[in-house]
Protein backbone atom coordinates (compact mmCIF):
# COMPACT_ATOMS: atom_id res chain seq x y z
CA UNK A 1 0.00 0.00 0.00
CA UNK A 2 2.34 3.06 -1.61
CA UNK A 3 0.85 6.02 -0.30
CA UNK A 4 2.81 10.23 -1.81
CA UNK A 5 4.59 11.09 1.79
CA UNK A 6 2.03 13.60 2.83
CA UNK A 7 -1.06 11.19 3.22
CA UNK A 8 -1.26 10.49 7.30
CA UNK A 9 -2.48 6.34 7.81
CA UNK A 10 -5.29 6.07 9.60
CA UNK A 11 -5.58 4.32 12.71
CA UNK A 12 -7.80 1.71 10.95
CA UNK A 13 -5.02 1.48 7.83
CA UNK A 14 -2.23 0.70 10.55
CA UNK A 15 -3.95 -2.25 12.42
CA UNK A 16 -4.50 -4.23 8.66
CA UNK A 17 -2.12 -5.65 6.64
CA UNK A 18 1.38 -7.06 7.49
CA UNK A 19 3.68 -6.09 10.44
CA UNK A 20 3.76 -2.23 10.52
CA UNK A 21 7.42 -2.32 12.81
CA UNK A 22 9.78 -4.68 12.95
CA UNK A 23 9.61 -5.98 16.36
CA UNK A 24 5.52 -5.84 16.30
CA UNK A 25 3.73 -8.99 17.51
CA UNK A 26 0.17 -10.17 16.62
CA UNK A 27 -2.48 -9.54 18.69
CA UNK A 28 -5.60 -11.99 18.21
CA UNK A 29 -8.25 -10.82 15.54
CA UNK A 30 -11.39 -9.19 17.65
CA UNK A 31 -14.13 -11.39 15.94
CA UNK A 32 -14.74 -13.99 12.97
CA UNK A 33 -13.27 -12.17 9.95
CA UNK A 34 -11.22 -9.23 11.76
CA UNK A 35 -8.45 -8.48 10.13
CA UNK A 36 -4.85 -9.32 11.71
CA UNK A 37 -3.83 -6.42 14.50
CA UNK A 38 -0.43 -5.55 15.67
CA UNK A 39 0.80 -4.36 18.31
CA UNK A 40 4.35 -2.81 19.11
CA UNK A 41 6.26 -5.37 21.17
CA UNK A 42 7.73 -4.01 24.91
CA UNK A 43 11.24 -4.93 25.96
CA UNK A 44 11.79 -6.51 28.91
CA UNK A 45 14.59 -4.91 31.69
CA UNK A 46 15.72 -6.84 34.79
CA UNK A 47 14.04 -6.03 38.45
CA UNK A 48 15.50 -6.98 41.16
CA UNK A 49 13.63 -5.72 45.01
CA UNK A 50 15.82 -6.60 47.68
CA UNK A 51 15.38 -6.11 51.75
CA UNK A 52 18.63 -5.81 54.01
CA UNK A 53 17.69 -9.09 55.51
CA UNK A 54 16.05 -11.66 51.94
CA UNK A 55 16.13 -10.94 47.99
CA UNK A 56 12.10 -11.00 47.42
CA UNK A 57 12.31 -10.60 43.43
CA UNK A 58 14.44 -10.99 40.91
CA UNK A 59 12.85 -11.50 37.42
CA UNK A 60 12.65 -9.61 33.93
CA UNK A 61 9.83 -7.12 33.43
CA UNK A 62 8.11 -4.83 30.95
CA UNK A 63 7.35 -1.72 33.75
CA UNK A 64 7.71 -1.19 37.35
CA UNK A 65 5.83 1.82 38.84
CA UNK A 66 6.91 3.11 42.06
CA UNK A 67 6.89 6.14 44.83
CA UNK A 68 10.28 7.99 45.35
CA UNK A 69 10.32 10.83 47.93
CA UNK A 70 9.03 13.26 45.54
CA UNK A 71 6.47 11.33 43.65
CA UNK A 72 5.35 7.91 41.09
CA UNK A 73 8.12 6.89 38.93
CA UNK A 74 7.92 4.84 36.31
CA UNK A 75 10.33 2.59 34.77
CA UNK A 76 10.37 1.08 31.29
CA UNK A 77 12.99 -0.39 29.68
CA UNK A 78 16.03 1.45 28.77
CA UNK A 79 15.72 4.41 31.37
CA UNK A 80 18.37 6.80 32.03
CA UNK A 81 20.25 5.64 34.69
CA UNK A 82 19.80 6.83 38.08
CA UNK A 83 19.76 6.84 41.55
CA UNK A 84 16.74 7.85 43.94
CA UNK A 85 15.34 7.66 47.51
CA UNK A 86 11.99 6.09 47.76
CA UNK A 87 8.78 7.03 49.28
CA UNK A 88 5.70 5.39 51.21
CA UNK A 89 2.96 3.87 48.71
CA UNK A 90 1.98 1.46 45.93
CA UNK A 91 4.73 -0.54 43.76
CA UNK A 92 3.50 -1.73 40.80
CA UNK A 93 5.28 -4.50 38.21
CA UNK A 94 3.98 -5.71 34.66
CA UNK A 95 4.97 -8.81 33.29
CA UNK A 96 4.63 -9.31 29.90
CA UNK A 97 1.77 -11.39 29.46
CA UNK A 98 -0.24 -8.84 30.97
CA UNK A 99 0.47 -10.14 34.57
CA UNK A 100 1.24 -7.93 37.61
CA UNK A 101 2.36 -8.08 41.51
CA UNK A 102 1.20 -4.95 43.66
CA UNK A 103 3.58 -4.33 47.19
CA UNK A 104 3.63 -1.72 49.70
CA UNK A 105 6.48 -0.31 49.43
CA UNK A 106 7.81 2.26 52.70
CA UNK A 107 11.86 3.82 52.45
CA UNK A 108 14.34 2.96 50.93
CA UNK A 109 17.24 3.36 47.49
CA UNK A 110 16.51 2.47 43.64
CA UNK A 111 19.27 2.19 41.00
CA UNK A 112 18.53 1.97 37.57
CA UNK A 113 22.10 1.20 35.94
CA UNK A 114 22.68 -1.26 31.92
CA UNK A 115 19.19 -1.93 31.77
CA UNK A 116 18.75 -3.37 35.66
CA UNK A 117 16.40 -1.63 38.32
CA UNK A 118 17.25 -2.28 41.67
CA UNK A 119 15.07 -1.71 44.62
CA UNK A 120 17.07 -1.67 47.87
CA UNK A 121 13.70 -1.82 50.12
CA UNK A 122 13.48 -0.70 54.08
CA UNK A 123 9.79 -2.78 53.90
CA UNK A 124 8.14 -4.55 51.77
CA UNK A 125 4.81 -6.67 51.55
CA UNK A 126 2.21 -8.00 49.07
CA UNK A 127 -0.98 -5.93 48.59
CA UNK A 128 -2.77 -9.35 48.87
CA UNK A 129 -0.90 -9.91 52.39
CA UNK A 130 -2.04 -6.72 53.72
CA UNK A 131 -4.00 -7.13 57.19
CA UNK A 132 -6.56 -4.11 57.29
CA UNK A 133 -7.49 -4.18 60.77
CA UNK A 134 -3.82 -4.54 61.81
CA UNK A 135 -2.84 -1.65 59.69
CA UNK A 136 -6.09 0.40 61.06
CA UNK A 137 -4.11 -0.29 64.65
CA UNK A 138 -0.98 0.50 63.14
CA UNK A 139 -2.72 3.96 61.92
CA UNK A 140 -4.36 4.63 65.46
CA UNK A 141 -1.38 3.92 67.66
CA UNK A 142 0.70 6.33 65.35
CA UNK A 143 -1.82 9.34 65.16
CA UNK A 144 -2.49 8.66 68.92
CA UNK A 145 1.21 9.19 69.56
CA UNK A 146 1.54 11.86 67.52
CA UNK A 147 -0.99 13.84 69.25
CA UNK A 148 -0.04 12.93 73.18
CA UNK A 149 1.40 15.91 74.84
CA UNK A 150 4.95 17.14 75.32
CA UNK A 151 7.58 17.65 73.21
CA UNK A 152 8.88 14.92 70.63
CA UNK A 153 11.90 15.15 69.46
CA UNK A 154 12.68 15.38 65.83
CA UNK A 155 13.84 12.58 65.15
CA UNK A 156 10.88 10.50 67.35
CA UNK A 157 8.09 12.86 65.53
CA UNK A 158 10.49 11.97 62.09
CA UNK A 159 9.75 8.45 63.03
CA UNK A 160 5.41 8.57 64.05
CA UNK A 161 5.13 10.19 60.95
CA UNK A 162 6.74 7.64 58.85
CA UNK A 163 4.19 5.14 60.59
CA UNK A 164 1.56 6.64 60.04
CA UNK A 165 2.09 7.09 56.22
CA UNK A 166 3.03 3.86 55.84
CA UNK A 167 -0.38 2.30 58.10
CA UNK A 168 -2.05 5.26 55.80
CA UNK A 169 -0.59 3.62 52.63
CA UNK A 170 -1.75 0.03 53.54
CA UNK A 171 -5.28 0.62 54.66
CA UNK A 172 -5.60 2.15 51.24
CA UNK A 173 -3.88 -1.09 49.32
CA UNK A 174 -5.88 -2.76 51.94
CA UNK A 175 -8.85 -1.79 50.39
CA UNK A 176 -7.59 -2.64 46.50
CA UNK A 177 -6.65 -6.15 47.25
CA UNK A 178 -8.05 -9.40 46.06
Known sequence: MARPPSTKVTPDEWDRGPD?????VPRPPSGE???DRWRPCVANFNRAIVTPSEQILDDEVTEVEFPQWDGQRGILTSAAPF????GTGRLRIRYEQGAEKNFLLA???????DNRLVLVADE???VADIDAAAAKSRFDAAVAAI???G???PEARERLEHERQVAAA?????GTAG
Open 107 to 113: GGFAEMH
Open 124 to 126: IVA
Open 151 to 153: THS
Open 83 to 86: VGRL
Open 20 to 24: PLPCS
Open 33 to 35: GAP
Open 170 to 174: ALSLA
Open 147 to 149: AEP
